[in-house]
């Protein structure tokens, strides 16, 4: 992988393979990839990656790849403090609380890296952890919200209504707000600093890339066609096309 044909930011800080891969509650070492087929012919190769740990629930097609595989509790076996406010203009937080206990051997996240934060070290486990457990985390995490959000019940209190909710003071959500209030300000974080119809920026990339035939880059939107889609030629000889998420 290069940075002029892959996109690899830093190439020349790592100009190394990678060795490891960490992979947490993801299934998608093996399934997101455009050639699944490829993906599975490098993972087989000890020579390149050579310890892959996974994190699930369940044995995913990308979790037969792993070396190590830890069995995470399920969100329902532990309790955890749930924010959104992304979208919308309304956002919440979630106390949520197990609906049954921890099965079998399994163990959440926050045990598994505190365990290996405390085999690198007192120091180490000291800074990851800051002297808590996961629940007293929550707690912690809980006090602070409600600092900025007095309106917000007390832990014991979200216990029992489990949720809280907050809509947005300004109503709704403005992309670029404050650009569009006064760009001089606040510009974009663009080279020019403001909504760029030409990018120079992949004008660049274009003229300076290793770029298959089939892969383009443009300064202007454009359409292209790209591989395998309803006017490629061997839409002749399959007829169906099948297109997922």
Same mark, same amino acid.
């Given at each position: 992988?290069?940075?002029t044909?892959d996109?690899?930011?830093?190439?020349?800080?790592?100009?190394?393979?990678?060795?490891?891969?960490?992979?947490?509650?993801?299934?998608?070492?093996?399934?997101?990839?455009?050639?699944?087929?490829?993906?599975?012919?490098?993972?087989?190769?000890?020579?390149?990656?050579?310890?892959?740990?996974?994190?699930?629930?369940?044995?995913?097609?990308?979790?037969?790849?792993?070396?190590?595989?830890?069995?995470?509790?399920?969100?329902?076996?532990?309790?955890?403090l749930?924010?959104?406010?992304?979208?919308?203009?309304?956002?919440?937080?979630?106390?949520?609380?197990?609906? $049954?206990?921890?099965?079998?051997?399994?163990k959440?996240?926050?045990?598994?890296?505190?365990?290996?934060?405390?085999?690198?070290?007192?120091?180490?486990?000291?800074?990851?952890?800051?002297g808590?457990?996961?629940?007293?985390?929550?707690?912690?995490?809980?006090?602070?919200?409600?600092?900025?959000?007095? /309106?917000?019940?007390?832990?014991?209190?979200?216990?029992? $209504?489990?949720?809280?909710?907050?809509?947005?003071? /300004?109503?709704?959500?403005?992309?670029?707000?404050?650009?569009?209030?006064?760009?001089?300000?606040?510009?974009?974080?663009?080279?020019?600093?403001?909504?760029?119809?030409?990018?120079?920026?992949?004008?660049?990339?274009?003229?300076?890339?290793?770029?298959?035939?089939?892969?383009?880059?443009?300064?202007?939107?454009?359409?292209?066609?790209?591989f395998?889609?309803w006017?490629?030629?061997?839409?002749?000889?399959?007829?169906?096309?099948?297109?997922?998420?």
């Amino acid at each position: 992988m290069t940075a002029t044909r892959d996109g690899v930011r830093g190439k020349e800080k790592l100009d190394v393979p990678i060795k490891f891969l960490w992979c947490y509650a993801s299934n998608t070492l093996i399934n997101q990839h455009g050639d699944i087929n490829h993906t599975h012919e490098v993972l087989q190769d000890d020579s390149k990656c050579e310890m892959i740990v996974g994190i699930d629930h369940f044995m995913t097609a990308s979790a037969k790849y792993c070396d190590i595989l830890l069995p995470d509790l399920m969100p329902t076996e532990q309790e955890d403090l749930i924010s959104h406010e992304s979208a919308g203009n309304m956002g919440y937080v979630i106390l949520a609380q197990p609906a $049954t206990s921890a099965k079998f051997e399994r163990k959440p996240i926050y045990w598994m890296l505190s365990e290996v934060a405390k085999r690198l070290g007192p120091d180490v486990y000291q800074t990851f952890t800051e002297g808590r457990s996961q629940h007293e985390w929550i707690k912690y995490l809980h006090a602070k919200t409600k600092e900025r959000n007095p /309106e917000m019940p007390d832990y014991e209190e979200m216990k029992t $209504t489990g949720i809280f909710k907050k809509k947005c003071p /300004e109503e709704h959500y403005v992309a670029f707000r404050a650009f569009r209030v006064d760009p001089q300000a606040n510009p974009l974080k663009t080279p020019s600093g403001k909504i760029e119809i030409y990018s120079e920026r992949l004008a660049t990339i274009a003229d300076t890339w290793e770029l298959k035939k089939d892969e383009i880059i443009h300064p202007l939107p454009a359409y292209t066609p790209g591989f395998d889609g309803w006017n490629d030629p061997l839409r002749g000889t399959y007829p169906l096309q099948l297109t997922v998420f």
